[in-house]
């Protein structure tokens, strides 16, 4: 079974902080994304890779920066966190090829104060 | 921008009941999917569908891709409690990138 991981299930940060959001998945995927949910919007793709190196912009980048060192690790960045980056982030990967799903971590809970 | 709209946004239904959840656009896809999503989980994929008018069943479960492959629906026979949680359909459209986009799901709780 693929295994996408999150590092952290819950973070409380401070407005201006600067957060990291860390993601690992096993399965060698090409593609991996970074989705933002909040209730009422359903997903919201913020940055995808679909390779090392390579990010392309979702629907909603503004706040953030990704970075793909490796090809299992997607890390997403926010630079300076504020009240409305509260949300719960979903990492996910899938294989270039065709319909292919998406697989999903357990997600971060992130709360700005 | 391509939306996906999903109805209806809430169902609380007892068990035993059938439901059916819509899936809707005016863009056409590629091919669409079904996620349900449990509380603390991710979403994990239910069915892929990729061809107009195409039915796929997944046990008390039956998915239809409309033949405009614009909308989508899922279809409940007899719901349980297990069937309770978050429903999304995505669809993949255009390029080279393996790029979908969400609904706004579909909250489903089944009463015992």
């Known amino acids: 079974d693929v295994k996408v991981t999150q590092s952290s299930r819950y973070l409380v940060k401070r407005t201006g902080e600067k957060v990291f959001l860390e993601c690992v998945q096993d399965m060698d995927h090409e593609n991996m994304f ?63 090829t065709g319909a292919s799903p998406l697989h999903f971590g357990n997600g971060t809970r992130l709360t700005v104060t | 921008t391509q939306l996906l709209e999903q109805s209806p946004q809430f169902l609380s239904i007892q068990e ?28 994990v994929l239910l069915v892929t569908v990729v061809t107009g008018g195409e039915v796929k069943k997944l046990k008390r479960l039956t998915f239809q891709f409309g033949d405009a492959r614009k909308d989508s629906s899922l279809h409940i026979t007899a719901a349980q409690p297990g069937d309770t949680g978050l429903y999304l359909c995505s669809g993949k459209y255009g390029g080279a990138t393996n790029k979908l986009i969400f609904g706004t799901g579909t909250l489903l709780a089944v009463q015992p």
């Open chain 2, 16 to 43: 035993g009941e059938n439901l059916t959840v819509y899936c809707n656009s005016s863009s056409v896809f590629s091919s669409l999917q079904w996620y349900r999503q449990e509380p603390g989980e991710g979403p």
């Open chain 1, 34 to 96: 970074w989705y933002r949910q909040d209730p009422g919007l359903g997903l919201r793709l913020i940055y995808f890779s679909y390779d090392v190196k390579m990010k392309e912009k979702g629907d909603i980048p503004e706040g953030y920066s990704v970075s793909r060192e490796k090809k299992e690790r997607f890390s997403l960045i926010l630079e300076s966190a504020s009240t409305n980056q509260t949300s719960m982030y979903l990492c996910a990967s899938s294989t270039l």
